[in-house]
T-cell receptor, first 111, second 112 residues
Framework: QKEVEQDPGPLSVPEGAIVSLNCTYSNSAFQYFMWYRQYSRKGPELLMYTYSSGNKEDGRFTAQVDKSSKYISLFIRDSQPSDSATYLC???????????FGTGTRLKVLA | EAQVTQNPRYLITVTGKKLTVTCSQNMNHEYMSWYRQDPGLGLRQIYYSMNVEVTDKGDVPEGYKVSRKEKRNFPLILESPSPNQTSLYFCASLNGSSYEQYFGPGTRLTVT
């Protein structure tokens, strides 16, 4: 079993839809949770970062962490064609600099 | 502008010919890291460095070497490349207080 599981998609939604992206993990020591967006032929860029449990909102993006279920989510409201990209979750343990990434979910927002 | 740069961006080489991919950051970050990205496997950490002269293995270090002699630079060395090292490589630097990683643009390596 992989430490971090993420559905690869692709996920196609119409413009304006609410998108839900998810990852599950098995290592209960993870405390730092991140979401990255990666456009084709580009490096990943950090979208959201959460420490421990709870929600975090930034504009149209909301990140949720449920440590009891070992489940994290990224919600995108009012999705736009420019949101079409691959979304990667990543996790890390305090005191280390080892990051474990999900395989990424490819999202396509149709105009 | 804060950035991570990598060179070369594209490289085609032959099995066994030593190569170096350079990485440089201008954010004065202590932490830097190398990843490879493969279809279906995602991003996997090769090596990371917590500071000058301090490095440690990630999940897939076999066949790679790194060095950190200056804070801003973190080169990745393939002493004897093999076809299974054909991949897309990313360098990253980290703001240690916030755990935010900044990635370079990537180096696409093909080993024939």
């Amino acid at each position: 079993q992989k430490e971090v599981e993420q559905d690869p998609g692709p996920l196609s939604v119409p413009e304006g839809a609410i998108v839900s992206l998810n990852c599950t993990y098995s290592n209960s020591a993870f405390q730092y949770f991140m979401w990255y967006r990666q456009y084709s032929r580009k490096g990943p860029e950090l979208l959201m970062y959460t420490y421990s449990s709870g929600n975090k909102e930034d504009g149209r993006f909301t990140a949720q962490v449920d440590k009891s279920s070992k489940y994290i989510s990224l919600f995108i409201r009012d999705s736009q064609p420019s949101d079409s990209a691959t979304y990667l979750c990543a996790m890390s343990t305090p005191g280390t600099y080892k990051y474990i990434f999900g395989t990424g979910t490819r999202l396509k927002v149709l105009a | 502008e804060a950035q991570v740069t990598q060179n070369p961006r594209y490289l085609i080489t032959v099995t066994g010919k030593k190569l170096t991919v350079t990485c440089s950051q201008n954010m004065n970050h202590e932490y830097m890291s190398w990843y490879r990205q493969d279809p279906g496997l995602g991003l996997r950490q090769i090596y990371y460095s917590m500071n000058v002269e301090v490095t440690d293995k990630g999940d897939v270090p076999e066949g790679y070497k790194v060095s950190r002699k200056e804070k801003r630079n973190f080169p990745l060395i393939l002493e004897s490349p093999s076809p299974n090292q054909t991949s897309l490589y990313f360098c990253a630097s980290l703001n240690g207080s916030s755990y935010e990683q900044y990635f370079g643009p990537g180096t696409r390596l093909t080993v024939t």
